[in-house]
């Protein structure tokens, strides 16, 4: 069973960056698209990124777009999001999660939450001055 624990999560000021990891046990991530959501008291978690199984296809929430880069290292078993220029509105619990592909779904990638069957527990990211 594919086990999924969020990393890197913690205070940061407007303008700032953070990296967060994703890392994999229990399976190989290797046929699992890997997303990034977040989610903040009395909203809907939010999907803001993903990864394709292959690498191959990324998405990104407009909301995010050109200030977060997610990626992968399959022989490390761990996803990243590379966060730039926060925002305070970023400030959110940040969740990654995976869904098992074929080789025929390689390059798919989703936001929905619905689509993903491994949840990670969160990490905080909080930025303020």
């Known amino acids: 069973q594919l086990q999924l624990v969020e990393s890197g999560g913690g205070l940061v000021q407007p303008g700032g960056s953070l990296r967060l990891s994703c890392a994999a046990s229990?399976?190989?991530?290797?046929?699992?698209?890997i997303g990034w959501f977040r989610q903040v008291p009395g909203k809907e978690r939010e999907g803001i990124s993903c990864?394709?199984?292959?690498?191959?296809?990324?998405i990104y929430a407009d909301s995010v777009k050109g200030r977060f880069t997610i990626a992968r290292d399959n022989a490390k078993n761990t996803a990243y999001l590379q966060m730039n220029s926060l925002k305070p509105e970023d400030t959110a619990v940040y969740y990654c999660?995976?869904?098992?592909?074929?080789?025929?779904?390689?390059?798919?990638?989703?936001?929905?939450?619905?689509?993903?069957?491994?949840w990670g527990q969160g990490t905080q990211v909080t930025v303020s001055s």
């Open positions: 999660a995976g869904f098992t592909t074929t080789f025929f779904m390689r390059h798919n990638c989703r936001r929905e939450t619905s689509s993903y069957d491994y």
């Open positions: 229990g399976s190989t991530l290797d046929n699992v698209a």
């Open positions: 990864i394709s199984s292959s690498g191959g296809s990324t």
